[in-house]
């Protein structure tokens, strides 16, 4: 009897967004249980029908994997990197050895076992696409933690991406410490306010130039005084 292959499905859930960490799941069907019906590219599913796969899924799977790429990772790498990243860690924090790995995507991560991207691979391939709703799932419990943190941002509702609300939100209180300061967005703002800063610097502060010409006539007044 010839051996069974495992298949690993990948996706990422979370490039988008304005703030919070992007999310990887790999997850490998065990070959001798049916798969979950219904499994589908997450974005079509409701937040209800997702819940109810994650479930299944991770119920039915042979092995699967949670993994994250931080905020900061994200700044410093830039998203895809960050995003492959924590698709490499999701592959690798599996309690077993693949034989092969089918990403979602252009772009595949270094693996140490045979590894193949494909566009819209959570829309052709049932094993991406139960990872991209564990991924979903995952991303989006972490943004209502964040959102217990952060209340003034309506994270629960939006999840970071930048709706009209989330945009309103962000320029009336500010950047704090989830968001993604390379995206344009947060830049923008983070930009605005060190030039307000400047500017009502400037304000407070005599120029260097007037302060001298103060000093010079105060001088004047005590030798004409003395005179």
């Not at 009897?1 to 065990?30: Q, S």
């Not at 410093?76 to 979602?104: G, I, K, T, W």
Request: proline fraction near 5%; hydrophobic fraction near 45%; charged fraction near 25%.
């Amino acid at each position: 009897m010839a051996a069974v292959r495992l298949i690993c499905g990948v996706d990422e859930a979370g490039r988008g967004p304005l703030a919070g960490p992007v999310c990887a799941a790999a997850v490998v069907f065990d070959p001798r249980r049916r798969a979950p019906a219904g499994i589908a590219d997450s974005k079509v599913l409701s937040v209800r029908e997702r819940e109810r796969l994650t479930v299944l899924i991770k119920d039915r799977a042979l092995a699967w994997a949670i993994a994250w790429a931080s905020v900061e990772e994200i700044d410093s790498l830039n998203v895809l990197q960050a995003s492959l990243l924590a698709m490499r860690r999701a592959v690798e924090s599996l309690s077993v050895l693949p034989d092969e790995v089918l990403l979602d995507g252009a772009h595949c991560p270094a693996l140490s076992v045979r590894a193949r991207a494909i566009v819209d691979g959570d829309a052709k391939v049932k094993v991406i696409a139960a990872a991209s709703i564990l991924a979903k799932t995952a991303r989006d419990a972490e943004m209502c933690r964040l959102h217990g943190c952060f209340p003034q941002y309506g994270f629960d509702v939006h999840k970071g991406y930048p709706t009209p609300q989330h945009l309103r939100a962000l320029r009336r209180y500010g950047v704090c410490e989830v968001y993604r300061r390379s995206f344009a967005p947060v830049r923008e703002i983070l930009d605005r306010e060190v030039r307000g800063a400047n500017s009502a610097s400037s304000l407070r502060s005599p120029s260097r130039s007037a302060a001298g010409r103060n000093s010079g006539r105060r001088a004047a007044v005590r030798r004409s005084r003395r005179a």
